[in-house]
């Protein structure tokens, strides 16, 4: 371990909370639906994903801190904050943060959506005609699906699930003397559409209106003879984490199986339900699902604005779109028969979305039907439900290749489809393998082994993103195309210590968590810091998704003091407070977000007196469970041509980002990016776009020249 840098941090250094870190990004991506400048119908995407966010961080962060505080563990973390004042902090921010959503909601968003042409409706607001509609859309397709449950001696409460939609109904028998207080629900299959579009004619456009404001109209039919006082939707989120030790399992893939079942069941940790319901009620919901208070968020609209997302694939305007986008595709990969022979002559290294991912479908696909393929190895986290990259698994396997795909089974919120996945691999003669015990296999990595003239070459494909080809349109990611002998060597050993025994893997190139990662990173960063002090330059530039590791931070405070230039691209959490007077005051950190989720993890060290600046990309985010508890591989970019695209066309145009990118200030706040009056903001994403769409118009004229000059010679 690097202990130098450590000893020289501050007598108290300054870290922020994770939990109200990731809060901070959360009310950023709030921003971004609240933004003008970006389409209307990706503003609302962009509300949907506030939800998505929240729903995951109170199954897992708050959930975990809920049971700190109930085993009555006390203990702060780093930054000095117990787990109950984390509950109080969170608690307090989040409150904010749902009340501003709704407000975006309310305010912004419909609003905005009228002036289109796109009109959400309440009961108050529907025509005679939009009514009619409704109820026999009701009676014909979705009160056949629903169950109502009455609460009585002979029926207890039901088990609610986890993040499933109810609704809650205080019923009253008009026959008795006194008024009831009688207690039923109304499940609401998740198979049913959360929004309904209500057709229009030829002089009115079709409207919407939420699945739960259409139950609640039509509720009396469920309740025969019964008078309905109150009708509220609510929602119940439960702690979601596996609670699995790996080491007493005989069979990992049914074990999670049996979870996943009883995740269904787990501890409710947030209860979100529409303003207005009466206290008695309320209280009596809290005891059935054992929760308190604090825990309840009164909502002002629709519960869960999540399912928004299905409104933007309803509806049909490009207008209120991000425009359409064409990666570019390198001639060389296209055209070849095989990937394989392009890769022979040169490294090839994609930037997605802007570069096409066809390719590294293609360097699977290929294999699959390539008869000079060997075998084929793949590690995979996610995948999306029709998946080329599986199928081709499947075709190669049918073909006679050995095809070993290591599936995490672990991977969070995608263990039923990985399950899945490695079933149906299995079923076709893949040889699959769970992971490795007590760690998460998160790297990025494919090994195709091909014989060439009697001699056995390997072709790898390194990553930052998940082989899935949805995401892949979506994220920003780097992928490395090579057959250079010392790269493939180390990604075979991966291979092997993944699936068999290593107690110390030695690797030449790749820097590979839970053996190498953390040390070297920590090195560098030191090596900068003596650089800086002797007076040759230093700088460290890094792009990821989260910095939560003491340590590394330490030593970039160190490196900071050291006179070290730092600039830290972190998408979401940040432990590090930047801008500190004697700790931080060379460290920058700046966030980006917009069209596409930053994903793409790139380290930059200057390196003075080496040949050239050390340049790292991979899958690794600087925290600790990504140094300690999963296995990661960094790739390092030698080529010079290439690690010059990653600096210069990569890097560079990050650190002019004036249009997305926010500064984090030392209060833990985040402020736009200063631009002067006379300079145009500047979008590196929209830079990306035009560099990518130039490239593609360059391309097309080289060929038509090329096509020209051929049609000269003939004549």
Not at 85 to 105: A, F, G
């Amino acid at each position: 371990m690097v202990k130098s840098a450590t000893k020289r941090a501050p007598r108290k250094a300054a870290y922020f909370n994770r939990e109200l870190s990731w809060l901070a990004f959360n009310r950023r991506v709030l921003e971004q639906a609240e933004d003008k400048r970006f389409p209307l119908l990706e503003r609302l995407r962009f509300l949907s994903f506030v939800s998505s966010n929240l729903d995951e961080f109170f199954e897992i962060r708050v959930a975990g801190l809920i049971q700190q505080v109930e085993a009555g563990h006390t203990k702060p973390g780093m930054d000095g904050i117990g787990p109950k004042e984390q509950l109080r902090r969170i608690h307090s921010v989040t409150t904010s943060l749902v009340q501003d959503k709704y407000r975006c909601w309310h305010e912004k968003i419909v609003p905005s959506l009228a002036k289109e042409g796109i009109v959400f409706k309440t009961r108050a607001e529907l025509t005679r005609r939009e009514l009619a509609w409704l109820r026999r859309h009701f009676e014909e397709q979705i009160q056949p699906v629903l169950t109502p449950l009455a609460v009585d001696p002979a029926h207890p409460y039901p088990q609610f699930g986890n993040k499933a939609l109810y609704i809650l109904l205080w019923l009253d028998d008009p026959d008795t003397p006194t008024v009831d207080r009688m207690l039923a629900f109304i499940p609401v299959p998740r198979i049913l559409s959360r929004v309904v579009c209500i057709p229009g004619n030829q002089r009115v456009a079709d409207s919407y209106i939420f699945l739960s404001d259409v139950l609640k109209i039509f509720a009396p039919k469920l309740f025969p003879g019964y008078k309905i006082h109150s009708v509220h939707a609510f929602r119940v989120t439960r702690n979601s984490d596996l609670y699995i030790d790996e080491e007493e399992v005989e069979n990992l893939l049914q074990t999670i199986e049996e979870e996943l079942y009883n995740m269904r069941k787990g501890a409710a940790v947030r209860l979100e339900i529409e303003d207005g319901i009466a206290e008695e009620l309320l209280d009596e919901l809290l005891r059935a699902i054992h929760m308190a208070k604090q825990h309840v968020f009164r909502i002002n609209g629709p519960i869960n604005l999540m399912r928004l997302t299905s409104v933007y694939d309803m509806i049909d305007r490009p207008d209120l779109k991000f425009p359409p986008f064409h990666p570019f595709f390198p001639e060389e990969l296209r055209t070849t028969r095989y990937v394989y022979d392009a890769i022979r002559e040169s490294d090839f290294l994609l930037h997605h979305p802007y570069d096409a991912y066809e390719p590294v479908v293609d360097f699977v696909r290929h294999a699959a039907v390539d008869p000079k393929v060997l075998a084929i190895k793949i590690t995979l986290y996610r995948t999306s439900s029709d998946s080329p990259i599986v199928q081709a698994l499947v075709d190669a396997a049918r073909n006679n290749k050995q095809v070993t795909v290591l599936i995490e089974l672990k991977a969070r919120f995608d263990e039923a489809a990985n399950i899945n996945w490695a079933r149906q691999l299995e079923d076709n003669g893949v040889h699959v393998v769970y992971g490795f015990v007590g760690l998460k296999t998160h790297c990025k990595c494919c090994l195709v082994v091909r014989r060439e003239e009697g001699v056995l070459r390997r072709y790898a494909h390194l990553g930052t993103g998940n082989y899935h080809t949805r995401t892949a349109r979506q994220y920003t990611d780097l992928s490395l195309l090579t057959c250079r002998e010392d790269i493939t060597q180390d990604v075979s050993e991966v291979f092997n210590t993944l699936t068999g025994f290593a107690k110390s893997p030695r690797f030449q190139k790749l820097l590979v968590a839970p053996y190498t990662l953390h040390n070297r990173m920590n090195e560098m960063i030191s090596r900068e810091a003596r650089n800086a002090r002797k007076g040759k330059r230093a700088r460290i530039l890094v792009k990821c998704n989260s910095l939560i590791d003491k340590e590394t931070i330490d030593n970039l405070y160190a490196a900071s003091r050291a006179g070290v230039q730092i600039d830290l691209y972190i998408r979401g959490i940040c432990g590090l407070v930047p801008g500190v007077k004697g700790m931080s005051e060379n460290i920058r950190v700046r966030s980006i977000l917009g069209r596409y989720l930053e994903h793409s993890r790139i380290y930059y060290f200057e390196n003075s007196g080496g040949d050239h600046p050390l340049v790292w990309v991979g899958s690794a985010d600087w925290m600790a469970r990504n140094f300690y508890r999963r296995i990661e591989v960094i790739f390092p970019i030698e080529n010079e041509t290439l690690r010059d695209r990653v600096i210069d066309d990569i890097l560079a145009p990050y650190q002019r980002d004036t249009a997305a990118a926010k500064q984090l200030r030392p209060n833990g706040s985040y402020r736009p990016v200063s631009v002067s009056r006379e300079d145009e903001p500047f979008s590196v994403q929209e830079y990306f776009l035009a560099t990518a769409d130039e490239r593609i118009r360059r391309a097309i004229e080289e060929k038509l020249d090329a096509a020209e000059s051929d049609t000269g010679s003939g004549g």
